[in-house]
Nanobody, 126 residues
Framework: QSQLVESGGGVVQPGGSLRLACVAP????????LGWFRQAPGKEREGLSC????????TYARSVEGRFTLSLNAARDTMYLQMNNLKPDDSAVYYC???????????????????WGKGALVTVSL
């Protein structure tokens, strides 16, 4: 069930930057978590980053740490993924996902998430 909406995908050259945004209208995530995932053709969906809403605790996958940054706007109703120094291997459909309740940290496990967006395509190419 898609209740999140991603935006900001597109085509960028290697070394360039993009910022994705995600909104979750109608979802109460005060005690939950949000995350960014991606799926390249022929590959499994992988977790990139997540944030526990109550504490702001954030973590990143090794493949993107130092290049990607997850953030929330001041109203905490929009999540962003700033992607810098993009590489061709970063080309994929990017998804945001939400977990309704998160009691400890946050999860980047696909099977843990309760709600998904439909995805935004990011292509890194000359």
């Amino acid at each position: 069930q898609s209740q999140l909406v991603e935006s900001g995908g597109g085509v960028v050259q290697p070394g360039g930057s993009l910022r994705l945004a995600c909104v979750a209208p109608g979802l109460n995530l005060e005690h939950g978590a949000l995350g960014w995932f991606r799926q390249a053709p022929g590959k499994e969906r992988e977790g990139l980053s997540c944030i526990r809403m109550r504490t702001g605790w954030t973590t990143y996958a090794r493949s993107v740490e130092g290049r990607f940054t997850l953030s929330l706007n001041a109203a905490r109703d929009t999540m962003y993924l700033q992607m810098n120094n993009l590489k061709p291997d970063d080309s994929a459909v990017y998804y945001c996902a939400a977990k309704a309740e998160s009691f400890f940290r946050c999860s980047m496990d696909v099977s843990d998430m309760d709600y998904w967006g439909k995805g935004a395509l990011v292509t890194v190419s000359l």
